[in-house]
């Protein structure tokens, strides 16, 4: 009687398909288990991603309401008047204050005067008729554009050249 080899065909002496049978049911199972991990790691960022965009949305609505308490001050100051200048110093110095704690979050205004209009950055409240600015460049600020890290925050509140 002749020994079977490990080369042997035959299904019944765990030959090779046998053996090509379990290495498919291994690949496969190997690839389910390796897109399983991958799958769980794309959930674990998103996740990741998600809690990080609520809690920056969060503090984008603190920010935008310090951004309309730093408005609040350059309105009182452009009506100071005849306000005692000791009264006028405090009220800057709150002001810097405030714009210190919000460009140490990333929060920093952009200029706009003079620059040409830009819908990404500027929200047109009306034309005005200017010598000094070219037709479509910003010609009047009325509320300044904030930027946070390489977002915009706030566009600029312009009034552009005709």
Do not use: C
């Not at 080369?7 to 053996?19: I, M």
């Not at 690839?31 to 959930?43: G, K, S």
């Not at 005005?128 to 706030?154: C, I, K, T």
């Amino acid at each position: 009687m002749a020994a079977t080899t490990e080369n042997d065909s035959t299904p019944a002496a765990g030959g090779v398909p046998e053996t090509n049978r379990l290495q498919d049911e291994l690949r496969r199972e190997r690839d389910m288990r390796l897109r399983a991990l991958a799958d769980f790691d794309n959930y674990r960022k998103r996740i990741d991603r998600e809690r990080t965009d609520a809690a920056q949305s969060g503090r984008r609505d603190i920010v935008l309401k310090l951004l309309d308490l730093a408005d609040s001050f350059d309105l009182a100051f452009a009506h100071a008047g005849e306000a005692p200048a000791s009264w006028v110093e405090g009220l800057q110095s709150i002001r810097r204050k405030l714009l210190g704690l919000l460009e140490s979050q990333g929060v920093t205004p952009f200029e706009s005067l003079g620059e040409p209009f830009n819908p990404e950055r500027h929200e047109a409240i009306g034309t005005v008729d200017s010598n000094d600015y070219e037709p479509g460049s910003v010609a009047e600020e009325l509320q300044r554009g904030y930027r946070w890290g390489d977002s915009l925050l706030r566009p600029a509140r312009v009034r552009v050249a005709r």
